[in-house]
RNA sequence: GUGAGUGUAGCUCAGUUGGAUAGAGCACUGGGUUGUGGCCCCAGUGGUCGAGGGUUCGAGUCCCUUCACUCACCCCA
């Protein structure tokens, strides 16, 4: 093979499929039930939205877009993630005017220049969610409880949602600086990546895997203890309403999110048995997300969740392969002929139904049909091609019945019903 | 961008201290009653040993370069 599909883009094949569409069909019905609208946004952007958006000093915007000039001259870029197209569209359209209040899903593909490894590749799916114009916390709990519902129903098990409060402009730089205060003292512990972020963004330490680093971070002022009475408000009131919804959750002050736009709650549900890329999903508050990008001061809130992370966690018992319905086995020419009149009278009645075009022995057009899990078999030669009839065989049950052709339609019609 | 590991048939892998025509299992195709699947048996198709160069009488085995993949770092979903 010459040609392959390029580094970090991957191709979804036929017999993995099926849990893709399942878990699309699974979010679009609890999503819509929470009063959700699907938006669809374009692939494309001009590279100013992201930058913007998400922050120029953010790695996404620095080391990680696919921006390319088009023949016009203007830059543009493969979007990196959803959520500042969709505020884009929010605000393009004026939405606000319709409703200040816009709870939008969307499901597409994401691209970033990062070296691909388990769990993260540079073409990879998203599902969004998000609600614009709300600043309430019962919003904040309201997302959180619909994401938990839906990991639910999709089938994943011990996962740990995990939040924190980031606080706003107001207070985090001066938390910010705190820190940074703080591990001044121990920088002699913390290694080289550290001690630059000790200078771009302390924050980010707590992250670091390396043992000196987190001892050094152990007793490091939170950021809970730093933020102003509102955002402490605001914390206070998305923890408790996630309780009264029943939701065990875990503190984590340690969580820092990547992108600039970030503000106040911020979550995470992660799965230890993913390796190192262990989010499924992250999301949070955004409240400065649209002054950046339009000048409005619209609040809003939402997560993204790694679809080929979720596919990974599947259970793996499921079946999602579909199998077709009836194989036909056809012995000539004649009964070939009367096969493929048959197989696409049954495509029409949308029964999957297959047959072999190559004229093959009736042991090898056998063992296709049991390849592919064919519920039935017909057999068809020259005899019962005389007769009008055929032989329908039950793979499973070995029972064979002859049937009259004209009425094969509407036998294996009422055999589905029953099977319903 | 950095580091480590791995590249032999479609897939999973053997291949001794370098030695002659490169192997197995699975898969695929055909056959084992002339028109009946799964199990079993037999046969067959299929490989420029990732690529390029070097050492050697001789390289899948050793050396160099390069590419690809994987995992990890950075960072994120």
């Known amino acids: 093979m010459e040609i392959k599909a390029v580094r970090g883009f991957n191709d979804l094949l036929p017999n993995e499929i099926g849990k893709w569409q399942f878990v699309e069909e699974t979010a679009r019905e609890v999503f819509e039930g929470f009063g959700f609208s699907e938006i669809r946004i374009p692939i494309l952007e001009r ?11 953010t790695d996404i915007v620095e080391k990680e877009m696919y921006t390319f000039t088009d023949r016009s001259g203007n830059s543009l870029t493969l979007r990196p993630e959803a959520t500042a197209s969709m505020a884009r569209a929010y605000l393009e359209h004026q939405l606000y005017t319709f409703d200040p209040v816009a709870k939008l899903y969307c499901i597409g593909p994401m691209f970033r220049y990062e070296r691909p490894q388990k769990g993260r590749y540079r073409q990879f799916y998203q599902i969004d969610a998000e609600v614009f114009g709300v600043e309430n916390p019962m919003v904040d709990a309201e997302v959180i409880v619909m994401l ?11 996962l740990e949602l995990q939040i924190n409060s980031l606080g706003c402009h107001a207070c985090r730089p001066r938390y910010r600086e705190e820190l940074k205060k703080f591990l001044t003292q121990k920088s002699f ?13 302390p924050l980010r330490i707590f992250d670091c895997k390396v043992e000196t680093c987190q001892e050094a971070i152990a007793n490091a002022p939170k950021v809970t203890d730093f933020i102003c009475p509102e955002c402490q408000k605001h914390f206070d ?5 996630l309780e009264t919804a029943g939701l065990t959750y875990i503190l984590n002050p340690r969580m820092v999110r990547g992108l600039d736009y970030y503000t106040r709650t911020a979550f995470e549900v992660v799965s230890y048995q993913l390796g190192s890329q262990n989010a499924v999903t992250g999301g949070g508050r955004y409240d400065n997300l649209f002054q950046e990008i339009g000048g409005l001061e619209i609040p809003g809130i939402g997560f ?8 990974s966690l599947l259970p793996k018992d499921k079946e999602f392969v579909q199998t077709p319905y009836l194989f036909i086995a056809a012995l000539g020419e004649g009964p070939l002929k009367e096969a493929y009149r048959i197989v696409n009278q049954l495509h029409l009645q949308g029964i999957r139904a297959e047959l072999d075009y190559e004229g093959k022995s009736l042991k090898s057009q056998m063992r296709r049909a049991d390849k592919f899990k064919a519920q039935y078999v017909l057999i068809l030669g020259d005899e019962e091609l005389k007769q009008g009839k055929a032989v329908l065989r039950n793979m499973e049950t070995k029972f064979q019945e002859e049937i009259p052709i ?14 319903e």
């Open 47 to 57: 590279t100013e939205l992201f930058s913007r958006g998400i922050g120029e000093a």
């Open 148 to 158: 938990i519902h839906f990991l639910k129903r999709v089938g994943l098990e011990k």
């Open 189 to 201: 512990q913390l290694c080289e990546d550290c001690q630059r972020r000790l200078q771009t963004n």
């Open 237 to 241: 009131k998305v923890k408790e309403h």
């Open 304 to 311: 993204a969740i790694g679809m080929e992370r979720l596919v």
């Open 406 to 419: 004209p009425n094969l339609v509407n036998i294996l019609k009422e055999k589905v019903r029953r099977q």
